[in-house]
T-cell receptor, first 113, second 112 residues
Framework: EDQVTQSPEALRLQEGESSSLNCSYT??????LFWYRQDPGKGPEFLFT???AGEEKEKERLKATLTKKESFLHITAPKPEDSATYLC??????????????FGKGTHLIIQP | DGGITQSPKYLFRKEGQNVTLSCEQN?????MYWYRQDPGQGLRLIYY???????QKGDIAEGYSVSREKKESFPLTVTSAQKNPTAFYLC???????????FGSGTRLTVV
């Protein structure tokens, strides 16, 4: 069974203090790993998809990386508006069964001014 | 602008009642999904549909039902058989070959 574990559960940083969020996964065959941002009371907003180990993607202050067992979301010099819950999800490469994403529980990030 | 519209934003259900959550998309996406989100838990898949008039159960389908009569619409009914329906419900869609999911803004269902 797919499993996605995110750490830490919560993280409080000062503005400008860089850090990384972790997403470890176990899946028989990875089709894709996704990062989303979710603000309170809203739906998740798509950030990145990573398909293979060694792949990296960047968007503003965010950079996502992927290995065979985990993904990191690096946040460089964060601002208060980066405060949100960051969700990781995996999609298994399979010929049948559920086609949906398996989500981790998320990391609640707070950036203090 | 293209997107997914969920309604209502807030919904209250009495014990023994069935309620239906609406999900409409104008992205021309083939696949649509329903997820449930509870505090401290990840999103869990309820039902998904990859084509009109066809849908599949997800991990927690018991107590829920869906229909897919039109490509644009994928309503979710929470039946009285669902014993713990209070949660945040999210609808999503994706296009075949496109691995990015677009989510709606969610419906918060509360049992009163």
């Amino acid at each position: 069974e797919d499993q996605v574990t995110q750490s830490p559960e919560a993280l409080r940083l000062q503005e400008g203090e860089s850090s990384s969020l972790n997403c470890s996964y176990t899946v028989s065959g990875l089709r894709g790993l996704f990062w989303y941002r979710q603000d309170p009371g809203k739906g998740p907003e798509f950030l990145f998809t990573l398909y293979s180990a060694g792949e990296e993607k960047e968007k503003e202050r965010l950079k996502a990386t992927l290995t065979k067992k985990e993904s990191f979301l690096h946040i460089t010099a964060p601002k208060p508006e980066d405060s949100a819950t960051y969700l990781c999800a995996v999609q298994e490469r399979s010929g049948g069964g559920a086609d949906g994403l398996t989500f981790g529980k998320g990391t609640h990030l707070i950036i203090q001014p | 602008d293209g997107g997914i519209t969920q309604s209502p934003k807030y919904l209250f259900r009495k014990e023994g009642q069935n309620v239906t959550l609406s999900c409409e998309q104008n992205l021309n996406h083939d696949a649509m999904y329903w997820y449930r989100q509870d505090p401290g838990q990840g999103l869990r898949l309820i039902y998904y549909s990859q084509i009109v008039n066809d849908f599949q159960k997800g991990d927690i389908a018991e107590g829920y039902s869906v229909s897919r009569e039109k490509k644009e619409s994928f309503p979710l009914t929470v039946t009285s058989a669902q014993k713990n329906p209070t949660a945040f419900y999210l609808c999503a869609s994706s296009s075949t070959g496109d691995y990015g999911y677009t989510f709606g803004s969610g419906t918060r269902l509360t049992v009163v």
